[in-house]
């Protein structure tokens, strides 16, 4: 998609589309609306608004309107988006908004759109959301598809004039915050690309292969280890779960260095992504409806990478690192079993209770192998547990860790970006469910706090370093299309991670 600014009267552009995103009051009060969509209303001698009123389009934040102007105007079509009351805007309304208005311009074979941006306090961010609603509004998943040519073939959004609000002129920031907006989103794209795909044509192998090719591509660091290596680190969790699969095992990390010296002597951040390509739950094997969607098991890591494709653009001035252990959860004659004790790189053991509590065993070794690197923060981004979507349900994560400052600086960095998450306790009072009779501990808990005492396990294996964990078997999937999201994989995480290195990147400038 080709977007361009523009700083002319909208009303007059030439375009499949004119996209104006309304708030409440606009069609009624008529006193703040950009002039533009006033003259547009105008010269179709005022069936513009009837037309919505008639329809019951009153701004809300849900709410779409198509409109064909017969000529009235030189745009063939009107499209309002609402955005509810203006008290209450956030640059993620605007998001969602810009993604209802790519789909509706698709469904009339737009290619050509025009939006005016509303009059709004932080004009950086509306710049930010329009881009990313449009690039992510526009994502399909169509690869398997070989019927319907017609729907695949269809005219795609390709062109996008973004019209300043009256009377703001074009800058320099503005291509800046474009270009990366739609790295964000292209890398979020890619990232829904890697957990739509099925389990079977993304393996393990697929997996840090797609990894590499995306480092190679951006310049990062990349060391892949295959299961050699992963006996050799003694990672017994890891390769437990990955015992059961034919599929090899792959243990992926990827890094940024700062090409200055002092600066890649900084503490790192790492991230960790929950990476198995496919979830049968093992042994303890899932019934087949829960069994469904686990190909999207590795929506972790797809985030974990997402974000650090574009981490690379951005050259922050300290380490990053991303780890992910790939692996598939499977029954087999050779598959670990229950009552089998593991143990950890850390040397704790583990008995085995419930082979589908296999991701915090994965992600248990991999984050005390990331907390090798001594770590300023450690976050990890898992879709670990079904109670956490009985918790939050589907659009937010669960955010776990003891750190205040960490916590606070995810949870803003998620505000900014437009993910929602909710902080949820690591409480020790649970701390006696994962008690084993032979072992240091068991893999699984009752049913009562699932997510927390996941979150407990993997607290067992990351020390003193500011860690944070976010369960996002929620958000990671849409079950229906809503503003830019398809049902399917959503990319949830990517925007927050890309958040958080800006603002670590901005703490660090204002700090010298
Ligand atoms: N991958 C699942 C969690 C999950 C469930 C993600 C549904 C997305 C949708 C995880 O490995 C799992 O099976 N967790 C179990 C843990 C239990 C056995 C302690 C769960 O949540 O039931
Ligand atoms: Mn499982
Ligand atoms: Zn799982």
Not at 77 to 92: D, H, N, P, S, Y
Not at 246 to 261: A, F, G, H, K, N
Not at 334 to 360: C, F, H, M, P, Q
Request: charged residues 25%; contains cysteine; positive net charge.
């Amino acid at each position: 998609m080709n977007f361009s600014f523009v700083a002319a009267d909208a009303s007059k552009a030439k375009a499949d589309v004119l996209v104006f995103p309304v708030f409440d009051t606009d069609l009624t009060e008529k006193k703040n609306p950009p002039k533009a969509l006033l003259a547009v209303d105008k010269r179709t001698k005022g069936l513009l608004f009837k037309t919505a009123q008639a329809e019951g389009f009153k701004g809300k934040a849900d709410q779409t309107f198509v409109f064909l102007t017969h000529g009235k105007v030189p745009a063939a079509r009107v499209i309002l988006v609402g955005l509810g009351a203006r008290a209450k805007f956030t640059a993620e309304l605007l998001r969602l908004a810009a993604g209802r208005a790519v789909k509706a311009a698709t469904r009339v074979k737009a290619k050509n759109v025009t939006i005016q941006l509303p009059v709004v306090r932080e004009l950086e961010h509306a710049v930010k959301a329009v881009v990313e609603g449009f690039e992510l509004g526009a994502y399909r998943y169509d690869r398997w598809k070989t019927q319907n040519k017609d729907e695949k073939n269809a005219p795609k959004v390709d062109k996008v004039h973004v019209h300043l609000p009256d009377g703001v002129k074009k800058e320099k920031t503005h291509d800046e915050l474009l270009a990366h907006a739609k790295l964000i989103a292209q890398a979020t794209n890619w990232a829904r690309d890697l957990v739509n795909e099925p389990a079977g044509t993304m393996t393990p192998t697929i997996l840090a292969d797609a990894a590499k090719t995306m480092a190679k591509e951006v310049g990062l660091n990349i060391a892949i280890g295959d299961r050699k290596k992963i006996e050799e680190l003694k990672m017994g969790m890891f390769l437990g779960v990955s015992r059961g699969s034919i599929e090899e095992p792959r243990l992926v990390q990827l890094s940024w260095i700062p090409r200055d010296t002092e600066a890649a002597k900084r503490q790192p951040v790492c991230f960790v992504g929950k990476a198995i390509t496919f979830d049968s739950g093992g042994l303890s094997l899932k019934p087949s409806d829960g069994m469904l969607d686990m190909k999207t098991d590795m929506a972790g890591s797809a985030a974990v990478l997402g974000a650090m494709k574009v981490i690379a653009r951005m050259q922050p001035p300290f380490p990053v690192h991303a780890f992910f252990g790939a692996c598939e959860n499977m029954p087999s004659h050779n598959a670990y079993r229950l009552g089998d004790v593991l143990v950890s790189r850390l040397g704790k053991t583990v008995e085995i209770t419930n082979t589908d509590a296999e991701g915090r065993l994965v992600l248990g070794d991999i984050l005390a192998y990331a907390n090798e690197l001594k770590p300023a923060v450690l976050i990890d981004l898992a879709t670990l547990t079904g109670a956490c979507i009985i918790a939050l349900g589907n659009y937010i994560a669960g955010a776990f860790g003891a750190d205040d400052q960490l916590f606070y600086d995810v949870s803003e960095s998620a505000r900014l970006a437009g993910e929602d998450l909710w902080r949820l306790p690591v409480s020790e009072h649970q701390r006696d469910v994962l008690k084993s009779e032979i072992a240091d501990m068991k893999n699984a808990g009752d049913r009562a706090g699932g997510a927390i005492s996941a979150s407990l396990f993997l607290k067992e294996f990351v020390g003193e370093t500011p860690w944070l964990h976010l369960d996002i078997a929620g958000p990671s999937q849409s079950p229906k299309e809503r503003g830019y999201l398809n049902k399917g994989a959503t990319g949830y995480g990517v925007r927050t991670l890309v958040e958080f290195v800006s603002r670590r990147t901005a703490q660090l400038h204002n700090a010298s």
